[in-house]
């Protein structure tokens, strides 16, 4: 697990840095280890991502992206900075908001003030100086707040406030662009994901403060919305974190600025269920959220400072609950 943050080149008092803990396992019960802590100077981190096979990670640091390679010794871990690169370059406040590598971690994209998404191919030997070099780019409408690759790793999602587009690589063009559902109106958009293996769905996350979120299903091809989902949370989402888990999809949303977490589980279909809900995980707004691989945890972050590894409830066993109450209700009438 990798956590960064801080307070920028201001002296705020909040420490420019990112942290990494390991994950031990002792029969069912888990613990988190921290092995490493990494100052970034005057450098405030707006996001990381791991390699999905490689020691490898990225880290955004202002308008530049960091790729580091790891090494674990005796409950440590020694990290090599291999490149350092620009990725962002708004005239007047340049930042990289995003990184995050495809599923054949063969790219990398970042996104940020600039509005233009920058796809970068990845040398998986990490033998050359130049991990990372530009293969394309992709112009948005403004800043980005999340990017998701599909699961074979051909199309890339991009959100900002107003809109959620599909890009396809290989042909370098625009597939289909679509804006908040229309109430409540003003919402914005904040996460993406494509539904499961494919990529004729994608879902997104939309809110607006004072109001319910929803999670919008989406057709690619047609860019119709396909159906939503009322989280039980109030308040904007902050974030989404997306993973597969067999054939079922799961996915953690953050809500509010009381630091809510709903987690949701996508079947093959694409049907959307609650699975669980945990309140004051954080006490004030959630900034990130991550699952672990084996799904028993999400790990958020948020302003108030702290760091949050909450067990994840995947059981979405209303039907079964409703069979349990008819059954009851037949035994007693009988």
């Known amino acids: 697990v990798l956590v960064g943050g801080g307070g920028g080149a201001c002296k705020t008092g909040v420490p420019n840095a990112f942290d990494i803990f390991v994950c031990t396992k002792s029969g069912d019960i888990s613990s988190f280890e921290h092995v490493h802590h990494e100052s970034t100077q005057d450098r405030i981190i707006y996001s990381s991502a791991f390699h999905p096979t490689l020691p490898l990670f990225a880290v955004s640091e202002v308008n530049k992206c960091y790729l580091f390679k790891m090494e674990f010794t005796d409950k440590k871990v020694e990290l090599t900075q291999l490149q350092n690169f620009q990725t962002d370059f708004e005239a007047d406040d340049s930042v990289q908001r995003v990184c995050v590598f495809s599923d054949n971690g063969e790219l990398l994209a970042t996104g940020g003030e600039d509005g233009i998404i920058r796809l970068w191919s990845i040398d998986n030997t990490l033998k050359e100086d130049n991990i990372a070099t530009k293969l394309c780019e992709f112009k948005f409408d403004g800043t980005m707040n999340s990017l998701s690759f599909s699961r074979d790793s051909q199309l890339v999602l991009s959100t900002s406030r107003n809109l959620c587009n599909v890009w396809e690589i290989e042909n370098k063009k625009q597939l289909q662009s679509v804006s908040p559902a229309a109430k409540p109106a003003g919402s914005s958009f904040h996460g993406c994901a494509f539904v499961g293996n494919s990529t004729d769905q994608f879902i997104t996350a939309q809110g607006k403060p004072r109001f319910k979120s929803l999670l919008t299903e989406w057709n690619t091809v047609s860019g119709s919305l396909v ?57 004030f707004i959630t900034t990130a959220v991550g699952i672990t691989s084996d799904h028993k945890f999400s790990v958020s972050g948020s302003v108030d400072k702290t760091l949050a590894i909450t067990p994840l409830r995947l059981n979405t066993s209303g039907l079964l609950q409703w069979i349990i109450f008819f059954i009851l209700l037949d035994i007693f009438v009988m």
């Open 227 to 283: 159906r939503s989902c009322k989280p039980s949370s109030s308040g904007p989402q902050t974030a989404l974190a997306s993973s597969m888990r067999g054939d079922q999809q799961v996915i953690v949303v953050p809500f509010g600025d009381e630091g809510e977490l709903e987690t949701f589980v996508v079947s093959a279909k694409g049907k959307i269920s609650r699975a669980s809900r945990k309140k004051g995980v954080h006490s």
